[in-house]
C-alpha cells in the first residue's frame, strides 16, 4: 500500500509540474521542465539578435510546415545573411510558391544563386534547373548544364538523373509543375 501512496504522491507531483510547464518554465532538483530555450519564440528572440546556430535555423522548417511562414522567413533570412546555405534553398521554396508572401521567382532563382554560389549542392541543382528553364533568370542552357553538372559530381541523385537523361527537366519533376514554367503572356 505504500509503494502505491508513493507512487500516487510522484503522479500528483508530475502532474502538477506538467500543468505548472504551461504557463511556463518549472525548476526543481532534478532540472528545468520545459526550458524556454528549446521554444520557437525564443529562437525567434535569439534570431532578431542575431544569435543562430543550425538548431535555431532547422526550426524554420517546423514553422513552414505548420503554416507559420512569416516567423519562418524572419529566421531562414537571419539564417540565409550568416551564410546557412539550407536556408537559402528553403527561402527560394517559399519565394517559388509564395509562402508568406506572392510568388516570386525572381527572388526564388536569386536565392538558389546565392546558395549554388556559397557551395551548396542543391542550391547549384535549383540554379541549374532555374537557367535551364528561364524561370526568375534569363534562360542559359550553357550555365544551367554546368550547374547540374557541379550537382552531379557532388553526388546529388536528381542531378545525376537530369544529367543522364540529356538535361530534360521533366526527368526530375513532375508534370504538375510544368505550369510554373510556362512563359506567361499578359
Known amino acids: ?60 522548417y517546423m514553422m513552414t510546415k505548420s503554416g507559420n511562414h512569416d516567423a519562418a522567413r524572419v529566421l531562414f533570412e537571419e539564417c540565409a545573411k550568416q551564410g546557412w546555405t539550407g536556408t537559402m534553398t528553403w527561402m527560394s521554396y517559399m519565394d517559388t510558391n509564395g509562402f508568406g508572401s506572392k510568388e516570386n521567382p525572381e527572388a526564388a532563382a536569386e536565392w538558389d544563386r546565392k546558395a549554388a554560389e556559397a557551395g551548396d549542392i542543391i542550391g547549384k541543382f535549383n540554379y541549374g534547373l ?10 542559359n542552357l550553357d550555365l544551367g548544364k554546368h550547374y547540374i553538372d557541379e550537382a552531379a559530381k557532388g553526388g ?23 505550369w510554373r514554367y510556362e512563359k506567361r503572356v499578359f
Not at 500528483?12 to 526550458?35: C, I, K, R
Not at 546529388?156 to 510544368?178: C, G, H, M, Q, W
Request: with cysteine; proline share 3%; aromatic share 6%.
Open 1 to 60: 500500500m505504500r509503494w502505491f501512496i508513493l507512487f500516487l504522491a510522484l503522479m500528483t507531483t508530475s502532474f502538477v509540474h506538467a500543468e505548472m510547464a504551461v504557463l511556463g518554465e518549472v525548476e526543481d532538483e532534478q532540472g528545468t521542465l520545459n526550458p524556454s530555450e528549446m521554444t520557437l519564440s525564443k529562437s525567434l528572440q535569439k534570431t532578431s539578435r542575431g544569435e543562430v546556430n543550425m538548431v535555431i535555423c532547422s526550426q524554420g
Open 130 to 139: 532555374n537557367l535551364l528553364r528561364g524561370h526568375g533568370v534569363e534562360q
Open 156 to 178: 546529388f541523385k536528381d542531378a545525376i538523373r537530369l544529367k543522364n537523361s540529356d538535361y530534360d527537366p521533366n526527368e526530375v519533376t513532375p508534370d504538375a509543375d510544368n
